[in-house]
């Protein structure tokens, strides 16, 4: 039969054009987009929820990030929103070498930007006292989660947090990025591995417990919705330290006091004694005493953890830092500087230890790559609940000036209905978790 040369082509030919397009499909992404190009599809969408000082910081370190991209932002302040997006449009404006970019959606309230069915992720960089409701609700949205340390203000809410994030089968990395730097990380191999002996005692220098709400009363600005920001709470008086504006010298208060922060107990506890949580191998568990200074025999908050370790809250000299006590040594670190006794130890950790700890080089690149792998970042949920438990459990020691034995497993106080009453705290209807 005769062929028709304008509408066939030989076998060869068929083949030829095949290999052609076959090469045109598998070529490097970066051939196709530049050196450096992620496509769409690999790229994490991400919401902020919270667009104040931290926000904006938090901002810093996700932009440059190729894996991920900021598509929305909220907050119940509209000019922090719309500052926060215009950042965002900025940089990728002059990323992408375009006059004009718009990529950042504004929302005022942070469901209207978990309805958004394209944000993998959110980011949230609320107060404490919104923690709970969010990650909750961001979990069953099916978002991932980075949530801002302390993880929860109180315990029932950090253990509801675990249980949303492991029902939804979310990722979630709590804030905690100093598990992300060298200094901490080879602190918690040097007390691993015995580098230092059998601890007989760690010192942890922070701040102390909130104090009850007492800001004057002012006006609450025209584009701030204060109903909004209280949430979960029940009113207090507006004050602009609790939420200053962009640009304010000093940074939100609202840690300081009683039903939205845990004091620095919690702001650089969940720091602080998140590394000694970590240097002890203690992720899932914690202390099982916990005795207030009382002036006389006690002169420093103390815990003991089961294994006979003892912790202190004490100002030892150094800001906002720990010190490790072993039978063969000491140890004292801070961000960017870790000081050991003997002086060698640290070039001990170039051998081959038994012991060794989850190595993150940098925090928010750590929980992308967990997000898409699906896999536990350095920092998961039930880490950052446990690490925030440990300062909550301070903070019921402070209020009630009595010694507590506390259950990790059942997560109870032994015979103290008081204590166990602050384990969890009033929130409205709406937002209850």
């Keep these: 039969m ?3 040369s304008k509408n066939t082509i030989s076998r060869r030919q068929f083949v030829s054009n095949a290999a052609a397009l076959s ?48 598509v929305a932002a909220c907050d119940v302040y509209d000019s922090k929103t719309a500052h926060f997006c215009k950042q965002v449009d900025a940089y990728y404006a002059a990323r992408s070498g375009q006059s004009a970019y718009k990529a950042c ?20 960089a609320t107060p404490d006292h919104w923690h709970a409701a969010m990650v909750v609700r961001a979990a069953a949205a099916g978002k991932d989660i980075y949530c801002e340390k302390p993880l929860s203000l109180t315990i029932a809410e950090g253990r509801a947090m675990v249980n949303a994030v492991a ?9 905690s990025m100093q598990r992300s730097r060298p200094e901490f990380r080879q602190t918690a191999e040097l007390v691993r591995n015995g580098l230092i002996g059998d601890i007989k005692n760690i010192k942890v220098s922070i701040g102390g417990p909130p104090v009850p709400y007492n800001l004057p009363e002012e006006t609450v ?11 979960p709470n029940d009113y207090v008086h507006y004050n602009h330290q609790l939420n200053p504006v962009i640009g304010d010298s000093i940074w939100g208060r609202w840690r300081d006091f009683k039903g939205l922060g845990g004091g620095d107990i919690t702001d650089w506890g969940a720091h602080m004694f998140d590394i000694v949580q970590w240097a002890l191998d203690m992720d899932h568990s914690g202390p099982v005493e916990i005795t207030p200074p009382n002036g006389k025999d006690v002169q420093h908050l103390t815990m003991r953890y089961a294994n006979g370790v003892v912790m202190t ?73 446990r690490s925030a438990t440990v300062g909550n459990l301070a903070n019921i020691a402070f209020e009630l000036g009595t010694p507590l034995r506390w259950d990790p497993e059942k997560e109870r106080f032994e015979n103290n209905n008081a204590a166990n009453g602050l384990l969890s705290r009033k929130m409205k209807a709406d937002w209850a978790v």
């Design 2 to 4: 005769m062929k028709n």
């Design 23 to 70: 090469a045109f499909l598998i070529l490097p992404r970066h051939v196709l987009g530049g050196r450096g190009y992620t496509a769409p599809s690999d790229q994490v969408s991400l919401g902020f929820i919270g667009a104040g000082r931290q926000g904006l910081s938090l901002q810093k370190s996700f932009l440059p990030q190729e894996q991920a991209k900021i």
């Design 105 to 124: 959606a504004p929302f005022h309230h942070f469901t209207e930007l978990l309805d958004r069915k394209d944000i993998d992720a959110v980011v949230i």
């Design 167 to 175: 029902k939804h089968k979310r990722v979630l990395q709590t804030g």
């Design 221 to 231: 600005p025209a584009d701030l919705d204060w109903p909004l920001w209280l949430g």
């Design 313 to 385: 809250h004490e100002d030892f000299g150094k800001k906002h830092a720990i010190q490790f006590n072993g039978t063969a040594g000491t140890i004292e670190v801070q961000r960017g500087k870790l000081v050991t006794q003997p002086e060698n130890l640290i070039a001990q950790l170039s051998g081959n230890l038994p012991k060794r700890v989850y190595h993150s080089d940098h925090h928010h690149a750590d929980f992308l790559q967990a997000v898409k792998k699906r896999s536990k970042p350095v920092a998961d949920v039930e880490t950052g609940h």
